[in-house]
């Protein structure tokens, strides 16, 4: 089989109203790695209104403002079963921020307004009165050291359905207390990380990658540096620094 031949479907999910602090960075940096693993990587970007291909194999979401939310929140309820059968059938999906907030069940914000989510993660998250902004560092069991960058408002609290995706060693995560950021069910990744996240994280790529070609081709044989070379490695060291 020819490079060619395995292909792989990004759906970027509401690029227009989702994509604040570069999280559009998450889809280039999924696209080149997936071509260093020598697949074909199609990316089509889903707009509300717009159908999903017939074939699904990842799917990326960003974050936006409170307004942008407001704007997705009712379209992703009349793709609700749609997006539970692809995450429920393995679909491995990555959701930054606004969009990790609307695959939990629910987001209030701080004014009161209730915007219902698609319940995939099982996370609920209120909008708090602070914002949590900054240069952030987790550990997580399975993809070592994650660093990225935050700002939101919004407090998420885990249910039992939901492992978080790692524990904080610098910044906020979920909510100023628990010291748990991000959400994972099956293989769906939920995390308020910026930064662009993927970029700087090569290990959370090649976990999607690799969920995608065993879900459609049955197997993955990494072919790219597993930690991204010197310029991943710079990049990560700076997203680590602390504000002076
Ligand atoms: N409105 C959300 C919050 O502040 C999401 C912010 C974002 O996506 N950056 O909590």
Do not use: W
């Not at 990004?10 to 570069?22: A, F, H, K, Q």
């Not at 959701?95 to 307004?113: A, K, N």
């Not at 099982?122 to 902004?133: A, L, P, Q, S």
């Not at 050291?145 to 060693?169: A, D, F, K, M, Q």
């Amino acid at each position: 089989m020819t490079a060619h031949d395995r292909e792989l479907v990004i759906v970027s999910l509401y690029p227009r109203d989702m994509n604040i602090y570069g999280d559009r960075g998450n889809v280039l940096a999924l696209s080149r790695r997936a071509r260093a693993h020598g697949y074909a990587p199609v990316v089509v970007e889903v707009n509300p209104g717009d159908p999903l291909p017939d074939r699904v194999d990842i799917v990326i979401g960003g974050g936006g403002q409170d307004s942008g939310q407001g704007r997705v929140a009712r379209d992703l309820q009349a793709r609700a079963s749609e997006m539970r059968a692809l995450a429920s059938d393995g679909t491995p999906m990555l959701m930054i921020c606004g969009l990790y907030q609307l695959f939990g069940h629910r987001f209030v914000t701080h004014t009161g307004d209730e915007l219902a989510g698609i319940g995939v993660l099982d996370v609920e998250t209120r909008g708090g009165t602070e914002r949590m902004i900054g240069n952030i560092v987790l550990d997580s069991a399975e993809f070592g050291e994650i660093v990225g960058y935050e700002n939101h408002s919004g407090n998420t609290r885990l249910g039992p359905g939901s492992e978080p995706l790692g524990t904080v060693r610098q910044g906020a995560g979920n909510n100023p207390d628990d010291g748990l950021e991000g959400a994972r069910t099956g293989n769906v990744i939920g995390s308020y990380l910026h930064g662009s996240l993927l970029p700087k994280n090569p290990a959370i790529s090649d976990f999607l990658i690799g969920e995608a070609a065993r879900r459609r081709y049955g197997s993955f044989a990494p072919a790219a540096q597993e930690d991204g070379g010197e310029t991943v490695r710079r990049a990560r060291e700076s997203a680590k620094r602390r504000p002076r």
